[in-house]
């Protein structure tokens, strides 16, 4: 029988509910996404074969283990086939990544998502038939590029060629309502929330009237929204 070591407060077998998630690699990105998950108020199972990692993170995720996730007993025995959304976050061995990820595949997991961490990599795991394919380091990189090269304060792409911006609004648009502003006619982007200074964040209306000093959230075809948001 595998050996594996448990830390947690409840046994893993109960921990695959339906708020359940299970995180397969517990390096910087596996981390990071398994304790947001945990703030957000999902149970959390994660697995890593690094018994000191594994330690470090014990009584912050619901149940941790050390174990060897490429076997399938070991799988099974953590019952990861009850989940219904597993994240495969290794990223530092491809091969053990490729073998988790067939293993889970043969359990049906409604629901994968798998790190890659090279467009090769990416691909074997797009045509295994994984639908969720990230690259954490691909993505930053870009994401910081647009913000970079732009006077936005944030950017999330949301498909390859739509985004959302977080900018400044523009001298031109003070004191007009979104209605009268035209910019979605001119600028083929439209304001979608605002945050006037000191105030939260609330959904815009064509009867918002911006101010200065406002930050608003601006969404549109990437190269457009980039575009208004380089605005002078």
Known sequence: MAKHRFFGRTDPARVA??????VIGLG???????LELMKD???????????????????????????????EQVLRQLSIPE????????????????????????????????KAVSDAH?????????????????????????IVRGSMQDFIEIDSDFAMVKTEVHTGFVGIRLGDSEIRRKHGVTVTSVKHPG????????????????????TGPTKQAERFSRMG
Not at 28 to 34: E, H, I, N
């Open 28 to 34: 910087r990105f596996g981390q990071s996404l398994a």
């Open 122 to 146: 990416g691909l074997i795991l797009h045509q295994l038939g994984i639908p969720h394919v990230v690259y954490p380091e691909k993505d930053m990189g870009r994401r910081v590029a647009h």
């Open 199 to 218: 105030e939260h964040w609330e959904a815009a209306s064509a009867d918002t009237v911006l101010r200065a000093g406002d930050t608003i959230l601006v």
């Open 41 to 71: 108020g999902a149970e959390v199972l994660g697995i890593d074969a690094r018994e000191e990692v594994v330690q470090s993170l014990n009584g912050q995720l619901t149940h941790v283990v050390a174990a060897d996730a490429t076997q």
């Open 83 to 114: 989940f219904d959304r597993v994240v495969i976050a290794i990223g530092s061995d491809v091969q053990a990544s490729i073998l988790v990820t067939s293993l889970l595949l043969r359990f049906s997991i409604p629901q994968i998502w798998a």
């Open 17 to 22: 509910s339906a708020n359940a998630v299970a």
